[in-house]
């Protein structure tokens, strides 16, 4: 076997609208602490016994590298990537990738690269580690491109699916993919849920790092050729011009559709590390103190005869929730949120009309 380094790019970007009035434009959720530490850190620290800071990437939005800073002081100034623009998730490693070879000096034919979001939950870390070392083998040796999959346990349809072949021969857990869908509709993902052999994608991936560039220029011509002109800018004094004009040109391709759904080297690790996508306040409350009648809350909250509510209150008031059930409210210094668990997939809109007031 081959030796190779190893490194993290963290995306910490987004604007986590889901997780309002918390979640702002100022202090996006990958930001926010909950019980004295945010998402960011959290993900930081879950991967830290495995890769030295000097080798970890956080790419943030534009303006949020001091917050970044502020969240994870062991990280090297340098290693703090902010976009110009927002384009989902396959500018972003692509990015990444490039700056591995022109900043970190790594080796892009002796690296493997592990894709991290800021915002997922993970209760079984040391699993999960276990996990990223047998998916970066499996990257670098079998020169796979690798996913962790989740199985799922409702058909939802706002991840993304792997459908799973058959064991990768020489291994015990690795699959082959057969296809990646990204959000299927209802429907399409009871049947994905009925079949038995696919996967949520965790959006976590690994994949060697001339395997992905390489890949970038036959399924991704544009992106590609934006990204080595942005390295060819790396270091001198058109750096940050060169970024953002290239930036403007990418298409908001995710790195799901743009080359997953498409590569032929594919795997997916089944991945049983109580995972957790952090994307609306329902799923939020698994970070939350919880009492015995259900309800999850973080501050200072009095719950009275009521039962599976999510109250976190971010002020020095008090929040007295009395006779309530299935019902979230967030209390922040600038807004109060009330609102029935089942229309958390309302607050993106809400939050998206309230930063158009303000402005």
Request: aromatic share 8%; hydrophobic share 35%; with cysteine.
């Amino acid at each position: 076997m081959s030796s190779f380094s190893t490194y993290a790019v963290i995306m910490a970007g987004g604007r986590g609208r889901r997780l309002w009035p918390l979640s702002t434009p100022s202090r996006p959720k990958q930001f926010i602490e909950v019980d004295g530490k945010s998402l960011l850190a959290r993900t930081f620290d879950r991967i830290s016994p495995l890769i030295e800071p000097a080798n970890v990437i956080v790419v943030t939005n534009k303006g949020k590298g001091n917050l970044v800073e502020e969240d994870l002081p062991e990280l090297p100034k340098k290693n703090i990537i902010e976009e110009p623009l927002g384009k989902n998730t396959a500018p972003c490693i692509g990015l990444s990738a490039v700056y591995s070879r022109e900043v970190l000096d790594l080796d892009e034919n002796n690296s493997v690269m592990v894709v991290l979001p800021a915002d997922h939950l993970v209760g079984r870390e040391k699993r999960f580690r276990e996990l990223l070392q047998m998916a970066s083998d499996v990257a670098f040796n079998r020169e796979k491109l690798v996913t962790l999959g989740i199985m799922p346990t409702r058909p939802a349809t706002g991840y993304g699916y792997v459908e799973a072949g058959d064991v990768l021969a020489g291994t015990e857990v690795p699959r082959e993919v057969v296809s990646f869908t990204e959000k299927p509709d209802s429907d399409t993902a009871e049947k994905f849920l009925d079949a038995g052999n696919y996967y949520w994608n965790s959006g976590t991936f690994i994949w060697r790092t001339d395997q992905l560039l390489n890949n970038l220029n036959e399924y991704m011509p544009g992106l590609s050729r934006g990204l080595e002109s942005i390295a060819e800018a790396l270091g001198g004094s058109r750096a940050d011009k060169v970024l953002k004009e290239e930036y403007e040109k990418f298409s908001p391709v995710s790195i799901d559709y743009g080359l997953m759904e498409k590569a032929e080297e594919r795997a997916v690790i089944p991945a049983s590390v109580e995972w957790s996508d952090l994307g609306d306040w329902p799923s939020f409350e698994q970070l939350l103190e919880s009492d015995d009648q259900g309800n999850s809350f973080q501050g200072e909250v009095i719950c009275e005869k009521s039962k599976d509510n999510i109250v976190f209150n971010d002020t020095q008031k008090p929040v007295v929730a009395l006779g309530l059930s299935d019902t979230v409210v967030v209390n922040t210094a600038e807004h109060l949120l009330v609102m029935n668990k089942d229309r958390a997939q309302e607050v993106k809109r809400l939050a998206q009309e309230m930063e158009e007031q303000e402005e």
